[in-house]
């Protein structure tokens, strides 16, 4: 009987947990829609369903996907030390996320895209960035999420945490936009590969999506190697860098090495840059975030 009552406050406590947290995170993910609308100077529900701009929508759904993924890292569940104190945390943590992942795209667009008007484009309909976008945030998110996973408690260091993580992976995710677009010239008779996303490649958009998503989570590697000390942030700082570049050597190597096993017999290049493949790009995509995700997995 006294393990029925046991269980029936457990239950009672997780059933208001969960409230709280599902009630934040409806009010974030629809301050998303509203935050896309704003900063593109349109109203979604006209670019949704009048105008059908699918680019926007793959925008807007990166970004709500984006913010989720962060929240995720904010639930402290069971371990919730009162109902004000993870209504706070779910609430502060999820609003920093969603700054942070509005700051990212701007980095994205300004640093590693910037040959490209994204938001132009993206009002043009060219699904092409829209994805790129979608990839972008979604990388950012998975990085966030880690950081907030790693952190302890809700004070002012946890933030700088935060936010030190962040940095790193907007410097690794420009690096990989920059390694990328070198090699994709230098398979292409020094082509630009943000021409060809302007130009509504859809594969190569798919190929890079899985780039960048895979860098994230080699990034997320960091975590498993560093403890949290609010005392030690710069070297933590120095610390995500460093792990974080190693893992994404290490996840681009066996990646490559993946690719080539799994799509013995067809040049990607060829398939991909030059006839649009997208079938062998999504391939190319989900080998990326597959070996990164084993690789992280064994980590834990």
């Known amino acids: 009987m006294d393990n029925l009552l046991n269980i029936t406050n457990i239950d009672q406590h997780m059933l208001i947990i969960l409230a709280i947290d599902v009630a934040v995170a409806i009010l974030l993910l629809s301050a998303m829609r509203f935050v896309a609308g704003l900063t593109a100077k ?3 529900t006209d670019e949704l369903a009048k105008e059908d701009n699918f ?7 990166g970004s709500v996907a984006a913010l989720g993924i962060v929240l995720t890292g904010a639930i402290t569940g069971e371990s919730a030390i009162s109902y004000e104190v993870e209504a706070i945390g779910m609430f502060a943590y999820g609003l920093f996320g969603l700054i942070l992942i509005k ?3 701007i980095i994205h667009d300004r640093f590693a895209l910037d040959k490209i008007d994204k938001m ?4 043009n309909r060219n699904i092409t960035i829209g994805i790129v976008d979608a990839a972008s945030v979604i990388a950012t998110a998975i990085i966030i999420r880690a950081v907030l996973i790693w952190v302890d408690g809700l004070d002012v260091y946890t933030f700088i945490a935060i936010a030190s993580g962040f940095v790193v992976s907007q410097i690794i995710l420009v690096l990989v936009t920059r390694i990328r677009e070198a090699h994709y010239a230098r398979n292409n008779q020094q082509d630009s590969m943000q021409e060809a996303f302007a130009g509504g490649q859809v594969a190569l958009a798919l190929r890079y999506s899985g780039q960048v998503i895979s860098t994230s989570l080699a990034v997320t590697a960091a975590s498993y190697f560093l403890v949290y000390t609010p005392e030690t942030i710069v070297e933590n ?6 792990f974080g570049l190693l893992m994404t050597v290490v996840v681009s190597l ?3 090495i993946a690719k080539r096993i799994i799509l013995w017999g067809i040049d990607m290049t060829q398939e991909v840059d030059q006839q649009h493949n997208v079938g062998v790009a999504s391939i190319e995509m989900a080998v990326s975030i597959a070996i ?3 690789l992280t997995a064994l980590m834990v």
């Not at 132009?120 to 009002?123: L, V």
């Not at 700082?237 to 460093?242: D, E, K, M, Q």
């Open 42 to 44: 349109v109203n979604t």
């Open 103 to 105: 700051l990212g795209r």
């Open 237 to 242: 700082l120095i610390g995500w860098l460093f």
């Open 254 to 256: 066996l990646t490559t």
């Open 292 to 294: 990164a995700m084993i």
């Open 55 to 61: 680019a926007f929508g793959i925008s807007v759904a």
């Open 120 to 123: 132009a484009e993206i009002k």
